[in-house]
Each structure stands twice: as C-alpha cells, then as structure tokens.
C-alpha cells in the first residue's frame, strides 16, 4: 500500500492526503457507474484516503464529513438536488446565509472543516469580509492547460488550501501526458482529486511523488496558452439576479 503525504490546512488543525479519487463520471449529464463501489474499495487497499464526492455524482450516505464545500457558488431551489440543475430551478446564492448554515455544520460536528469549490478570487473576498471560519479549502479546475496563477496567489496569501480538479484535462479529456500533468500540478504546492476507475491507472496517479519535471519542461509548460475547460455553462439562467453569462461565474477569471 503506497502512503500518500499530506498538506496542512492552514486556518484548521487538520490535514489532506495530496491525491485524492475523484468519483464523477463523465460525459455530462454525470454518467451512473456500475464500478465506483468496487473502484472505491480497492482504492482504498492502494492507499487513497481522500475521497471527493457530490450530492451529483451519486450519493452516499455519510454520517459526517471530514471537509464539506460549496460545490459552485450557485443555488437551487431547495429541495431539488438534481444535476444539471433545471434552469428554471436556478436561484440567485444568498453567499453570507448559505456560509452561515456551513459554519453551522462545522459547528455542531458535521463536518471537521468547511470550504467552497469554483470559487474566483471575488467571490473569496466577498465570503471573507463577513465570514466567521475562513474557508480551508478552494477547490477549482487546474492543469497545465487552466494553471490558476492569480488564485493560487489570493489563496496563498489568505492561507486558503487548493485543491486541483481535472488534473489530467477538464470534461473528461487528456491533454499530452496524464503523469506530467499529474507532476506538474503536484509541483504547484496544491492537491489533486484524481478520476480513474481502472486499477493500474489508480496506481500510476500515485506516482507522481516519484518523479520530478525538468525546468525546461517548466519551462515549456509555463508558456502553453491557458483556457478554461469547465466553463459553467449549464449554471447560467436568464432569470433576474442569477449569472446570465459563463463569465459572470467567474467574474472574467476566465481566459
Ligand atoms: N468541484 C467541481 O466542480 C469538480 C468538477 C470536476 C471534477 N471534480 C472532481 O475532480 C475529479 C477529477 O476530475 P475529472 O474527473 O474531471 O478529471 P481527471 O481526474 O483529470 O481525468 C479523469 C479522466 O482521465 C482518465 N485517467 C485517469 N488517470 C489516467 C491515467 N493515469 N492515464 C490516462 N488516463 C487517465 C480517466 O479515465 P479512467 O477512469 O478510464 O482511468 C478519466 O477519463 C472528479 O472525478 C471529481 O471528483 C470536481
């Protein structure tokens, strides 16, 4: 069983394993997957212990969680959990009273910490004028293709842990080779929720503490044209107050 180092979340006391198994299924709309069970036990004998999952993807049933994030920062009425959301179900997020019911849930021991997910360095500063419990955790897309300069600073100096999704590629496609990208992200100082259902390619995501890229390699990676993957598009509603454009989820951290 390989042993896979952890980062300090810095406004708690806890720790995160720096890989771990993403559980969606793609194309969208999510797929349903026979496997994810099985995929998730024997995840567990490689040496996975940071598990990324969502109401979406198919739902557990938990007695707590370790870390619960807002997956987007966007609403639904309440009582609908399907995804994609419908878009008449699309409501504008109240973002002071949704992180007060999650500080709440971190309160009464629900969750050991609490954290937010597609989060633009906006939408943090508003979280964090009227928050009481920073977020510990900002998980975004990142890859050599949507590297995340600007907020990976914001975070940094707000002491706020990134987590890269779609670390080999968004929306279910490669780019290059999965193990530099993999590296490449692991060397960026974040953590990585990774999607394989196949053993050997489980195995291989934990080798990127293995290896190390060059600087020329940095080098070239470092000057590949960035574009954002999940661009948010079904999140958008023509409905008063809520984000009419993909840009408006990003607040233009978009290309
Ligand atoms: N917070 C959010 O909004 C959000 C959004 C997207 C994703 N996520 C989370 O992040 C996780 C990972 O993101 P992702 O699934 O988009 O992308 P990813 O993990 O970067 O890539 C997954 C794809 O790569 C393949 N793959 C995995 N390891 C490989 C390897 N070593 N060599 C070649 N192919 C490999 C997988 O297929 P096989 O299974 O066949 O190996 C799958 O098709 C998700 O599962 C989910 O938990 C969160």
Redesign the pocket.
């Known amino acids: 069983m390989k042993s896979i180092p952890e980062a300090l979340l810095t406004c708690t006391d806890k720790t995160i394993p720096l890989v771990g198994f993403?559980?969606?299924v793609?194309p969208l709309p999510l797929q349903p997957s026979q496997t994810m069970k099985e995929s998730i036990l024997r995840a567990i004998e490689i040496g996975y212990r940071h598990f990324?999952s969502a109401t979406v993807?198919e739902p557990w049933e938990l007695e707590y969680l370790d870390l619960y994030l807002i997956?987007?920062p966007v609403s639904s009425t309440p009582g609908k959990y399907e995804g994609p959301i419908k878009e008449e179900d699309i409501v504008p997020m109240d973002l002071k009273s949704v992180w007060e019911a999650m500080e709440e849930c971190k309160n009464v021991g629900l969750t050991k910490s609490i954290g937010v997910?597609?989060f633009s360095c906006k939408k943090l500063q508003l979280l964090l004028a009227t928050a009481n419990i920073p977020p510990a955790v900002n998980?975004v897309?990142m890859n050599p293709l949507w590297q995340q300069k600007k907020l990976r600073e914001f975070c940094e100096r707000n002491g706020i842990h990134v987590t890269a999704?779609?670390?080999?590629?968004?929306n279910?496609t490669?780019w290059g080779s999965?193990?530099v990208h993999g590296i490449w992200v692991h060397e960026q100082g974040v953590s990585i929720?990774?999607?394989?259902?196949?053993e050997e390619?489980m195995k291989?995501?934990l080798d990127i503490f293995d290896w190390k890229l060059s600087e020329e390699e940095c080098e070239k990676i470092n000057q590949i044209s960035q574009r954002k993957g999940?661009r948010g598009v079904l999140l958008i509603s023509k409905d008063e107050g809520s984000y009419k454009f993909s840009e408006d989820i990003w607040d233009g951290e978009i290309d």
């Open positions: 993403g559980t969606a793609y990324d993807y997956h987007f997910s597609n998980q897309e999704y779609s670390p080999l590629g968004a279910g490669i999965s193990q929720v990774v999607k394989s259902f196949n390619r291989e995501n999940c």
